[in-house]
């Protein structure tokens, strides 16, 4: 399955499909399928006071709160990798890097609600934020969590970093932006470790998948030119329409974006590896929250305490 999907990238002829998907409708049973998805998380969401009482919580209430570790400045540089599971994290973190792994709760299931969580309580002035996501700004974007003066200096890669071909910022613009942040400070007279801490916020393993690059940079066409049938959905849940089309099963569909997950976190752990031998002192890698990948037949990462949303790694690079 995979390997067909792969193709979706390499054959000119299924991107004609996907244009063929995207320009007309999908069909019935798909759309009713994206619907009772974002029904699903509604509804989820309405209930979510509920489930911190249930069995799926309990699963998370003994671990460490990861805001307090944050919160006591105990690394000289924090790597934040968006969207990333604690269970796959562990699976494959060692074939790249050593060191010291254990399991915390974060405090929120999507990025705005752990910035405003983790950073709203003071003002950050020894942190340099270095960041892939347009949530951290200097420009006051965002009413959930406005940044501005919250940090010593953010270095926006998402505004100079964004790869079109892609759709995405690459993590190689990511390690790029840290050098030039940290260059920035040096001209500044800030010395790292001394001065100041980093917080570098990669999107990976946060779609877009790599594996799906040319698909997701044909959506994001489609969707800037304004067809309807497509604004009702994100990008992300116009791959699973795409997805959900070719294969029909929907353990499949599970099971293809698992392994694009999966080869997007190795993607990036890559390029933390090459981070990590730049940088010196106690480097930290966790994240902001964690993904769904079929679980409860849900996908990506809806407002709800699901332990897989909310379960998170915390490493210490040895």
């Not at 399928?33 to 309405?46: A, D, E, P, Q, V």
């Not at 911190?52 to 790597?79: C, H, M, P, V």
């Not at 892939?132 to 003066?149: I, P, Q």
């Not at 890559?270 to 993904?291: C, F, M, P, Q």
């Amino acid at each position: 399955v995979l390997g067909f999907i792969e193709m979706i990238d390499q054959v000119n002829n299924v991107l004609d499909i996907i244009r063929s998907y995207l320009v007309n409708r999908f069909s019935l049973g798909t759309r009713l399928w994206l619907f009772s998805l974002l029904l699903k998380y509604h509804l989820l969401k309405t209930a979510s006071p509920l489930i911190i009482y249930t069995a799926w919580n309990s699963k998370i209430s003994g671990y460490e709160r990861q805001e307090k570790l944050i919160w006591s400045k105990n690394f000289d540089a924090l790597i934040l990798l968006d969207a990333c599971r604690y269970d796959v994290f562990s699976i494959v973190v060692y074939e790249y890097l050593d060191g010291r792994l254990k399991p915390v709760v974060s405090p929120a299931s999507y990025t705005t609600s752990w910035l405003r969580h983790v950073w709203s309580n003071k003002i950050w002035n020894d942190i340099v934020y270095v960041s892939a996501t347009l949530f951290v700004n200097k420009r006051g974007l965002f009413k959930e969590f406005d940044a501005r003066d919250k940090f010593l200096h953010i270095e926006e890669v998402w505004d100079w970093g964004w790869s079109k071909d892609l759709a995405m910022v690459p993590p190689s613009k990511v390690n790029l932006a840290v050098k030039i942040a940290m260059t920035k400070m040096k001209i500044r007279g800030f010395r790292y470790r001394r001065d100041y801490r980093l917080v570098v916020h990669y999107i990976q393993p946060h779609v877009p998948y790599i594996v799906f690059k040319n698909t997701f940079a044909l959506i994001h066409q489609y969707k800037k030119m304004g067809y309807k049938e497509l604004s009702k959905f994100t990008l992300s849940h116009l791959l699973l329409g795409l997805l959900k089309e070719t294969i029909i099963d929907n353990n499949e569909v599970s099971k293809v974006l698992r392994r694009a997950y999966e080869h997007n976190l190795r993607w990036v752990l890559k390029y933390v590896a090459e981070l990590a031998s730049y940088l010196d002192g106690r480097i930290v890698i966790t994240s902001d929250h964690g993904e769904l990948l079929g679980e409860y037949g849900l996908y990506f990462h809806p407002d709800v305490p699901l332990p897989q949303l909310r379960l998170v790694p915390w490493f210490v690079v040895r």
